[in-house]
Structure formats: structure tokens, C-alpha cells
């Protein structure tokens, strides 16, 4: 989801483009006036509505709901689209009525009751982004939604902008929701933490605590009779200092949790509920929380961990981690946790401090309770690079990070190369988009996730990462990549292609321009060191169609699932079809279905080595042949514009069996706003985590469950049936849908996915139905 | 990628120092300074409308919202319904932004400029166009379908404004982009009275 930026570093951003203007013209290179840099705005950044997104209309599509809920009065007749969104398994998540959009999913299965699945998904329902939770207690036949309570101020007011879902059960089955918090009108925002004994039908408020002199803490938060905790739920929060929205303060952006048990040694800790300032710690301004007495009956089975990138004067954004024992009521003092190396140097910061970070994920071994966190890194001298710390003393200390390979991004199409077709629609200049559409696709937030069984197994964790290494500014080819280390993290084999299609690398024969190349093949059209570029450096070739948005989990069998969005069935949508022609420059990559690829781990051995090579026989499971020990080693850590590790590979010889999930090819042209927004991750979950009192999900716990975004429900908006008829509402919209299906490598069955897998021209162009409009008073 | 923190500090200083004369629009008028629907014509849907946002000047010199006493910005975009090889843009922008003077007002379009000095696209060519009290305009060709754009930045009093329109090359003309800017600086100045 998405956030703000902070003052100083926008106006850091346009000074870095006049210099960079100013650089250009010394040279007599004629460069593009834009920041010679990865965008340095939070990822997720506001993608809001503006003028509140009234509610004028009062229908649009609502194909997938299942059971027997209560439905409004509708006399108007399905159009073909919604028809065939009907006509599959995918059941749709979300059960509101509102025609806004909801995307970015997060999913977990209670490992007590497996029938119990909860869901995490912005949802845009309200009018503006807010955090939505999803239930259900029949394996995802049918769910009971709603939105999380925000987080409450001293003041009395509520932080009711959220978004960045993560769910989480431990394995008590108590589940837990984090998300970011804000306001829309000033710099405040945080990190907060429900919880549910419920199942994920009624969620706990989090409450703030701020330290104002009081002696009474239970005054702290609300006043006399405020039952709850204080600061409960409260991982990070910073009051603005101004009231303007500015950045005038640390901005909070992209968390994630997970559970797991403490380990040996280990034992519960408690903390003062009053928030610190993290900034204020790491500056030495202030003093960390205190340990306090715990509260009687509140110690979880688990420790929470949760991560989050801190925008700031001292970082990009830096990752920090913070703990809780006690099913998230009070939260340790946030760590800083990145690291330093010599692969962060060319950040120049302190100490080679690996600050310039987004997109952590934490994942712990549920045996021995190692916790590893994963995410990405810029303090590159070009491509960014995807890093693991581990933590065996429960989030203490961590080991200076791994890297485990280049992330080719810096090739992505933007606004800055070319793309102002989609700037023209309302997208960031630098933010990367696919061929032929406008979503946003920085590839930002990738997956890490340990494996759930112990001995052999407890120092393997796994990876799964998409970037462009096999596209080019003008032509995007995302690919999805596995990487696994057998050796608690420190070095890593890959990369293997999960995704099976054709995938061709860029050459200097396919994609070099006879003019204006500059930098040649995967490069091709970037100017040297930018992200900038012209996209007439390179030729028009389709390399293969987009994966992206993977999510990975492992069940207990050792079951690695792979999800993803994939545009690979989409073989036929023509040039300048699509319901923004001007973007529609490629046949196909256009319609995006939802994808799942499996590949099964029954044996192991420990890889540990500095040098790069070809992968012993006993850790190669799941590894494709052309797949190496180190590829950074290989590469070095700033590749040149050739050939990489991950290109070329053989789709006949790829381990993950992949198989469709999604019924129907939607167009994300018509998920948010004119297709500039489809959330920035997917999710999924694999089977159950500890044997459980109930039938697992399905019934041989190798099932596995996925929730994504879906934009079968969008429509072009046609005038004039509102005021304003091109912007939500009502026809722009996606949903979140969720299917099962089975894991076991030696199974078919894909979830039922029907279709008959080409550019249905019902979803290409999707007109807003004619009978969607506002009817007027006591007419329906 | 690296960034570039400490080479900036100079710049920082001269940016905070600049200043401007007295307004002549007042800032409850901004979003009254862009193209309406009536103005493009019935064949354009609004798609957005609102202040301007983050996104609307990430990765330009114009990033910075507090720059040079802005006191705020407001933009309309408008997508044409039917066919889309029909004359004209298929979409068009508009923006206005507000200063606490007529200097701040010229050093944003200064920032236009040197934005539209050099382009993203193909056949990057200036054009001279008059409009507002100072003007600036250019029109270039994205690659693949041959997308044109052109772009039209202009102050006037204490307002900058900008008109961009896109659309494939040869259906949309620079008499299209003009007659859009001069409707919106006919809005500008009558807000101005």
C-alpha cells in the first residue's frame, strides 16, 4: 500500500535532478532532467482518492461472491464479462458492495483450526485506503470481511488511513494483523498490530501510549475506563511535530510479521508501552523502552517479530525489527537491523551501513526458532541487491547480511525512459511499470520463508524474487526466480526461472538499436548509471510476458508454492487495443491471471562455499541446471549490461511444475484509478504449519491456498454516468479473490482453473455496463 | 542505486533563497485554474481531479511542494470516450500551481524548462508558443505506436500552469495543445479579476 514522503527528501529529489541536469549539460551528453536515481519515495506512497470518492452510484460488477449472504436489490442483467467471471472456483474474498478497489493480499491458515484462513488486503471501501480483513471458517468457501479498528491517538483521534497487510497466526492460533497507519492531512504514522482470538472476526484496537508527564499509564491511553492495554498493538509511531503534511518527520512504510517460538535461552520479555522515536534512538537523543513485569496470562506461544522500513534523513529507508512476546501487546524497542558490508558501500553511508533498504519480510524456522529477514537494497553502484540478515537469540543481534543476488530493476520501463504514456495517466515518472500497462511494478517486495521442519532441514530458507533481467526499457519480460541456502543464509544457489514459459535474454542482436543504444542487450537504451534512458535504444522484441508479485511459502512435507501474477496466456491482444490504446504497444503480455508453481524438497545438504560453481548433487532439488552456487560471485555485485545467471535457462529442464490458478485473464487497466495501482504483492499459504485438532486444508495437507488482486469486476467508465465517470467510483475497481489447490508434485489438480487461456475480448475492453448509473430516489 | 545526499547541500541553500512579488491569484481559486469538462469538450471524461499529489511531480525538478512559496497546485486529467485513431488527444492534463509571488511563479516555470529542455521520447523538438505572460512548449514521440505528446508550460501573474496532450501522431496537433492552454489561461484570468 501506499505512502507519503518526507519534505526534505523530495526537495533532496529535485535538487538531485538539477544537479544531475546540471552534470549532463557539463558533459555535453543530453540527459533526461530527472533524478539520476532509483525513486526515493516510500513504495508504497499515497494512491488515494481525491474529492473522497463519493458513492453517486449505487451498482457495478460483483461477479465471485459466494453463499447465501444478503444481496441488495439489482434488477440490472450481468454483461458478458461478468458472466464469465462467475463461471470458475475462484471465490471473491471481499463481500462489500462499495465498487472500490481492493489489492495488495496477505494470507495466513490457522494451524489449530485449518479450516480458519484470514486474508489482509488494502481496501479502499470507506472512500480511502484503510486495512481490510477477510475470515473464513469453511476452508475459503465463504468469508465474513470487515475493516481493522484503527489505531487510537491520546488525542482522540484515529489514524484511519492503513494499507500494508500482513496476517500471521501462531501457533496457538491467535492471529495477528500488522499494517501501517497515517494520516492523510500531516506526517503522523506508524506501525501497529491487531489481534484476533476469534478466527479474524473481531480484531483488537490498538491503542498509543505516549508519555505526557501522567503517572497514570492507564490514563494514557483513552482515559478511565479504556479497557485496553496501553500501547497495545503499538510496534512504532511518530507524531508529526507540525501538523502539515510536509515530511517533516520519519515516515513508517512496508512491514511484515511473522511467529515463531523463542529460542533455547530465550526467554519473554515486556516492555513500557510509551513509544520511542526511532530516529531519536539512533541519533542517541533517547533512551530505549524499559523491561516491564509481564502481564498475567499474556505471554504468546510464539515471539512476533515485525519489520518495517523507516523513511528518514538517515536512510532511504532503513529496516528495523521489533518483538513482542506478548501477543503484540507491548513491542520491544525497534532495532535497526540491515546491517553493513562491503556490497553497501557505494551507498556511502557510515561505516558501508546497508541504509537504503525496503521490502523486508521476517521468517522463522518453526524448530529452532532462527529467524532470518530478507529485502531488498540500494546502496548499489547500479542494480539493487536483495540481502538476509539471521538472528538465532530471538532478534538480539543479527549477522551482518548475505547477499544473495542482483536484482535487475534498473531496466524497468518508467516515465523516465520513455513510458509518458503513463504519466500522462497519473504515474510516477520514475516508478517502473510493465509493457502495455501503467500499474505500478516496482519490484520492491520479494519472499523469504524458512523451512518448517527441522534437523537437516533447520538451516534452509528459501527465496523468491522477480526482476527484468530478461527484458528491456521498452520490452518488460519479469521473471520470477528461486534461490534457496542450505546453510542458515550465508550463501545462496540460484538463480532457477520458477516460472516455465518462453523467456528469452536480451542480446545485442535482439535488442540493441542500430542508433542510440548506449548501454547494449539487458541495458540497451539506459543511460550509463541511471535509471533514465530512451527506450529508442533498444529494439521492439517481445521477450517473453510478465511474472511478478511471487509469494512463497514451504508446507511441512517440504512442499515449496510459488504464486504469482503471470500475463503469459495473453498471447493475442493486439497493438493499440486495451482500454488505454496509446499504451497497448506489444501483441499479448497485457491480460493478468493468477499463477501457482510447486516444486517438492525431500532432501538436503548443507552448501557452504565463497566460490561460485555448479550445485552439489544433494542440494540441487529444486535448483535448475543452469543454476550456480554464489551468483553473485559469478557476476560480481555490478554486473555488466551481458549475460547473467538467469538467463538462457531451459524451460524443459526448470524443477516448479507451474499450473494456472485464476479462471479468467483480467485487466489491471481497470483496477485503480486509470490503471495506475494493483497493490505491490500477492499472497499465499501452504498446508498446515503444526498438526492441528482439525482436518488440514484439504485432506492430505499438501494443499494450499492463494489470495490475490483481480480486476474481473472492473469497467472501463464510460461517460456520462457520473460526474466525474472515469475515476472510482464505479467501474474502476479490483477485488480479492482466493482458490486452493494442491502442492503435491505428483497431483494435477491446479484449483479447477477453467479457461480457455487467450486475451478474452471481453476482458481486453470492458465497458461500464449501461444500466450502471445513478437511478434516482425510490428507482431500482 | 548510490545516491547523491551530500553533493546537494549548496543547492539546497540557493533554492530556499528565492522570493517573488505579490499575489495576484488567491489559493481559494486553484482548482478553479485547470481545464474543465465543458472546455475540452463532451467527447473527454475526467478520470481524475483533485489536488496535485506526490506522484504528479515525482522524479522532476518540480518535486519539491514547498518550492519557491508554492502554496498549492490542483490538476484535472481527461480521457476521450470513442474511437481512438478519432482526431485529437486521447488524453489531456492540466495543471495549475500557486506562489506566494510572481518570482516564485517564474522560477517554476524555470523548472518547466529545463524539463522540457530534453524529453523521454523521440524527435524532441521546442516550439514556440505564446501563452500567459511567459511560455515555454515542446512536443516529442514515444517509440513503439509513435505517441505524441505535446507539452505547454506558461506563467502568468503568480500561477503556473501546463497543458500536456497525447494521443497518436498525426490525429493529435499543436493547434490542439494551444487552443487547450489559451482556454485554460482564459480561466487563469479570470480568476485573476
Not at chain 1, 554464489?630 to 551481458?642: H, L, R, Y
Amino acid at each position: 500500500m501506499n505512502r507519503r514522503r518526507l519534505g526534505f527528501l523530495t526537495l533532496f529529489v529535485t535538487l538531485a535532478g538539477l544537479l544531475v541536469f546540471w552534470a549532463s549539460a557539463a558533459s555535453g551528453v543530453p540527459e533526461p532532467p530527472f533524478a539520476d536515481d532509483e525513486d526515493t519515495t516510500p513504495t508504497s506512497g499515497v494512491y488515494d482518492f481525491s474529492r473522497g470518492g463519493g458513492t453517486n452510484l449505487t451498482e457495478c460488477p460483483q461477479a465471485g461472491l459466494q453463499g447465501n449472504n444478503p444481496q441488495p436489490l439489482d434488477k440490472r442483467s450481468l454483461d458478458a464479462t461478468e458472466r464469465k467471471s462467475n463461471g470458475g472456483s475462484d471465490t471473491r474474498v471481499n463481500q462489500d458492495y462499495s465498487c472500490m478497489p481492493q489489492d495488495e493480499t496477505a494470507l495466513d491458515v490457522n494451524p489449530q483450526a485449518t479450516r480458519n484462513i484470514i486474508g489482509g488486503a488494502n481496501d479502499y471501501r470507506l472512500g480511502w485506503g484503510t486495512s481490510g480483513f477477510y475470515a473464513s471458517t469453511d476452508n475459503g468457501k465463504t468469508w465474513y470481511d470487515g475493516i481493522t479498528p484503527f489505531p487510537s491517538l491520546p488525542s482522540g483521534d484515529n489514524l484511519d488511513g492503513g494499507g500494508d497487510p500482513a496476517i500471521v497466526f501462531d501457533r496457538s492460533g491467535v492471529a495477528y494483523y500488522a499494517q501501517i497507519n497515517f494520516n492523510r492531512t500531516d506526517d503522523t504514522s506508524g506501525v501497529w498490530v491487531n489481534r484476533s482470538t476469534n478466527g479474524g472476526f473481531t480484531w483488537t484496537r490498538p491503542c498509543v501510549a505516549i508519555q505526557q508527564g501522567a503517572a497514570d499509564q492507564q490514563g494514557a491511553c483513552g482515559g478511565a475506563g479504556d479497557v485496553r492495554q496501553p500501547g497495545d498493538g503499538t510496534v512504532s509511531f511518530q507524531q508529526d511535530n507540525d501538523t502539515v503534511l510536509n515530511g517533516s518527520v520519519p515516515s513508517h512504510d512496508k512491514e511484515w510479521i511473522t511467529a515463531g517460538p523463542r529460542p533455547a535461552g530465550v526467554d519473554p520479555q515486556c516492555f513500557s508501552p510509551f513509544a520511542v522515536s526511532t530516529i531519536a534512538l539512533a541519533a542517541g537523543t533517547a533512551t530505549p523502552k524499559t523491561t516491564v513485569p509481564c502481564t498475567p496470562g499474556t505471554i504468546g506461544s510464539d515471539r512476533l517479530y515485525v519489520t518495517f522500513s523507516l523513511f528518514s534523513g538517515a536512510g532511504s529507508a532503513q529496516i528495523f525489527l521489533s518483538y513482542s512476546d506478548d501477543q503484540g501487546r507491548t513491542w520491544s524497542t525497534p532495532k535497526f537491523i540491515a546491517g553493513a558490508a562491503a556490497f553497501c558501500a557505494p551507498g556511502g553511508r557510515p561505516g558501508n551501513a546497508c541504509d537504503d533498504s525496503q521490502g523486508s519480510q521476517p521468517t522463522v524456522n518453526p524448530n529452532t526458532g532462527q529467524l532470518w529477514v530478507g529485502f531488498l537494497n540500494g546502496d548499489t553502484e547500479d542494480e539493487d541487491q536483495y540481502l538476509v540478515v539471521t538472528s538465532v537469540d530471538g532478534g538480539q543481534t543479527f549477522s551482518p547480511p548475505s547477499r544473495v543476488d542482483t536484482i535487475y530493476d534498473v531496466n524497468e520501463p518508467r516515465g523516465v525512459n520513455g513510458r509518458s504514456d503513463c504519466t500522462a495517466r497519473g504515474q510516477g515518472s520514475t516508478r517502473a511499470v510493465p509493457t502495455n500497462s501503467c500499474f505500478r511494478f516496482d519490484p520492491i517486495m520479494h519472499s523469504i520463508v524458512a523451512d518448517k521442519r527441522g534437523g537437516a532441514f533447520a538451516n534452509d530458507v528459501y527465496v523468491a524474487i522477480y526482476d527484468n533481467r530478461n527484458g528491456t526499457i521498452r520490452d518488460s519480460n519479469n521473471d520470477v526466480f528461486f534461490y534457496k541456502s542450505t546453510d542458515g543464509g550465508t550463501t545462496w544457489i540460484g538463480p532457477t526461472r520458477v516460472n516455465n514459459d518462453r523467456s528469452d535474454a536480451p542480446t545485442a542482436a535482439n535488442a540493441n538499436a542500430a542508433t542510440n543504444a548506449r548501454q547494449g542487450a539487458r541495458d540497451c537504451g539506459r543511460n550509463n548509471g541511471t535509471i533514465a534512458g530512451t527506450q529508442s535504444g533498444c529494439l521492439e522484441n517481445n521477450f517473453g510476458a510478465d511474472q511478478f508479485f511471487p509469494w512463497l511459502t514451504i508446507d511441512t512435507k517440504g512442499n515449496l508454492n510459488v504464486s504469482f501474477m503471470d500475463r503469459r496466456l495473453d498471447t493475442d491482444s493486439p497493438v493499440g487495443a486495451g482500454a488505454w490504446p496509446t499504451s497497448k504497444t506489444e501483441v499479448g503480455n497485457y491480460l493478468v491471471w493468477y499463477w501457482g508453481a510447486s516444486c517438492r524438497i525431500s532432501s538436503t545438504t548443507e552448501v557452504s562455499q565463497t566460490t561460485t560453481g555448479s550445485v552439489p548433487a544433494g542440494a540441487s532439488q529444486c535448483v535448475a541446471p543452469e543454476a550456480v552456487v554464489n551468483p553473485t560471485v559469478a557476476t560480481g555485485f555490478n554486473p555488466a549490461p551481458g549475460a547473467v545467471p538467469g538467463q538462457g535457462q531451459n524451460p524443459a529442464t526448470l524443477p516448479f511444475r507451474n499450473f494456472q490458478v485464476s479462471d479468467v485473464g483480467t485487466n489491471y487497466d481497470y483496477s485503480f484509478r486509470a490503471g495506475i495501482f494493483a497493490g505491490d504483492y500477492s499472497g499465499n499459504t501452504s498446508g498446515p504449519i503444526v498438526a492441528g485438532p482439525d482436518t488440514p486444508v484439504g485432506d492430505n495437507g499438501f494443499k494450499a491456498g492463494a489470495f490475490w488482486t483481480d480486476a474481473r469486476n472492473g469497467r472501463g467508465s464510460g461517460a456520462p454516468t457520473s460526474i466525474e465517470p472515469g475515476r472510482n467510483p464505479i467501474c474502476e475497481q479490483s477485488d480479492v479473490f482466493f482458490d486452493t489447490y494442491n502442492i503435491d508434485s505428483q497431483s494435477n489438480n491446479n484449483g479447477g482453473a477453467k479457461g480457455n487461456g487467450h486475451a478474452d475480448e471481453d476482458f481486453l475492453v470492458a465497458p461500464c455496463p449501461p444500466g450502471i448509473q445513478d437511478k434516482g430516489a425510490g428507482k431500482h | 542505486m548510490r545516491r547523491l545526499a551530500l553533493l546537494l547541500a549548496p543547492l539546497v541553500l540557493v533554492a530556499a533563497g528565492c522570493g517573488g512579488g505579490g499575489a495576484t491569484i488567491d489559493k481559494q481559486r486553484l482548482s478553479s485554474l485547470v481545464l474543465t469538462r465543458q472546455a475540452v469538450g463532451n467527447r473527454y471524461a475526467p478520470f481524475y481531479s483533485g489536488a496535485q499529489t506526490q506522484l504528479d511531480t515525482q522524479g522532476t525538478p518540480r518535486a519539491d511542494p514547498s518550492r519557491f512559496g508554492r502554496e498549492g497546485g490542483w490538476i484535472t486529467r481527461f480521457h476521450r470516450v470513442g474511437p481512438p485513431k478519432a482526431p485529437g488527444p486521447l488524453v489531456v492534463e492540466s495543471r495549475a500551481d500557486l506562489f506566494d509571488g510572481s518570482g516564485g511563479a517564474g522560477k517554476d516555470l524555470g523548472l518547466y524548462r529545463e524539463m522540457y529542455s530534453s524529453s523521454p521520447g523521440d524527435e524532441h523538438k521546442a516550439l514556440s508558443v505564446s501563452v500567459g505572460d511567459e511560455s515555454v512548449a515542446d512536443t516529442f514521440v514515444q517509440p513503439g505506436q509513435r505517441v505524441r505528446f505535446y507539452r505547454i508550460a506558461w506563467r502568468y501573474e503568480n500561477a503556473t500552469a501546463a497543458v500536456t496532450a497525447e494521443g497518436f501522431d498525426g490525429k493529435v496537433t499543436q493547434r490542439d495543445a494551444v487552443r487547450l492552454a489559451q482556454s485554460q489561461q482564459r480561466r487563469i484570468e479570470r480568476a485573476a479579476r
